[in-house]
């Protein structure tokens, strides 16, 4: 192998009619190209085999691209660090080999964004919450306070666990409330795992038709439980979330 030697980074698949934007770069400031086949387009790069792609860089320059080709239409992203041989290893392997299940994704996505919604309690409202609500945390908390942190230890131990029990317990309320609302003006929608003191991370597929009536309830919510919940949406991004594994 020589450093001359390259390969196809694939940064997406697209409708075959979708005009990619001229003086588009990617990894390694690389020219975007598409390479086509049957009504489907890969966008792709090359890039040296003899360098060490991943780095932030090219992790930015990889969803500087997807943020683009979003803006054109439908778009299927394609995992960070994915490269085939050449052309042909292109057509063949993800094109040709999986246009059934392109040519649906495309179809579901059309007309639809991605949106990244996140919630998260405020710490100090949420641990008063659980204290006012559980007689054994009121009384465990007290009596750890000041304590010697070695012969506390259990009692610690075990107001850690009721603490974190209690807040999973709000977590699943409350982060059905919020879905209860939301869910209705979404097409899809994938749940992220939440610890701490998250209350919900999900992922959501949206009409764009529905998008600014999707902000608006959003909003409408937000400024309900902002003294204990603090809620931020992303997007519109790249569906990531709704491309198959691609």
Not at 63 to 84: A, E, I, M
Not at 193 to 202: A, N
Not at 212 to 230: K, N, P, Q, Y
Request: glycine residues 8%; contains cysteine.
């Amino acid at each position: 192998m020589t450093d001359t030697e390259t390969a196809c980074w694939v940064y997406a698949v697209v409708p075959a009619s979708t005009t990619v934007p001229d003086a588009l770069d990617g990894v390694g400031s690389a020219p975007v190209r598409t390479i086509v086949h049957e009504g489907l387009a890969a966008v792709v790069g090359d890039v040296d085999l003899g360098g060490s792609p991943g780095s932030r860089a090219d992790l930015l320059a990889h969803h500087d691209v997807l943020d683009t080709l979003r803006t054109t239409g439908p778009v299927v992203p394609v995992q960070f660090g994915s490269v085939l041989a050449d052309d042909g290893d292109v057509r063949n392997s993800l094109l040709e080999a999986r246009a059934d299940v392109l040519h649906d994704l495309l179809e579901q996505l059309a007309g639809r964004s991605q949106l990244n919604l996140r919630a998260r309690y405020v710490d100090d409202v949420v641990l008063g919450e659980v204290v006012r609500d559980d007689p054994r945390v009121a009384e465990l908390r007290q009596r750890t306070q000041g304590a010697d942190e070695t012969t506390s230890y259990v009692e610690r131990v075990r107001l850690g666990e009721l603490v974190a029990e209690a807040i999973e317990h709000k977590r699943d309320d409350d982060a059905a409330m919020l879905l209860d609302r939301v869910l209705p003006l979404t097409a899809g929608h994938v749940l992220r795992e939440t610890g701490g003191t998250d209350v919900l991370d999900v992922a959501l597929l949206v009409d764009d038709e529905l998008r600014a009536e999707l902000e608006d309830l959003l909003e409408s919510l937000a400024e309900g439980v902002h003294e204990r919940i603090r809620m931020q949406l992303v997007g519109p991004v790249a569906p990531f979330d709704f491309a198959g594994g691609i």
